[in-house]
């Protein structure tokens, strides 16, 4: 069982940057493909950004593209989403999610393991 423990939210205005980072209880980690989604209030879960287990393999949703910057240190059992240019959209709770497979994936049902969630907030 992977437990997954996301931190870094909090409460920032428009055009203000977070970090959040997602630490993993396996070193196991090393192997899977990560993710990050969000949600926002009264709505459905949806995906932001992905990395294969090395890294190299990254994908974003449209709406956080050049915004938004999905990294990994293995070695530390983390992951990170650096939040750039943050909207009042960007408010939402966000989850970090590991999948038992290499590859990256924008689908949720891929993906087994998830943290609590952290509360992201922008004002305006």
């Known amino acids: 069982q992977v437990q997954l423990i996301e931190s870094g939210g909090g409460l920032v205005q428009a055009g203000g940057s977070l970090r959040l980072s997602c630490a993993a209880s396996?070193?196991?980690?090393?192997?899977?493909?990560m993710g990050w989604f969000r949600q926002a209030p009264g709505k459905e879960r949806e995906f932001v950004a992905t990395s294969s287990w090395d890294g190299a393999g990254t994908l974003y949703a449209d709406s956080v593209k050049g915004r938004f910057t999905i990294s990994r240190d293995n070695a530390k059992s983390t992951v990170y989403l650096q939040m750039n240019s943050l909207k009042p959209e960007d408010t939402a709770v966000y989850y970090c999610?590991?999948?038992?497979?290499?590859?990256?994936?924008?689908?949720?049902?891929?993906?087994?393991?998830w943290g609590q969630g952290t509360q992201v907030t922008v004002s305006s």
């Open positions: 396996e070193r196991t980690f090393s192997y899977y493909a």
């Open positions: 999610a590991a999948r038992t497979a290499a590859y990256r994936s924008s689908l949720q049902t891929d993906y087994t393991y």
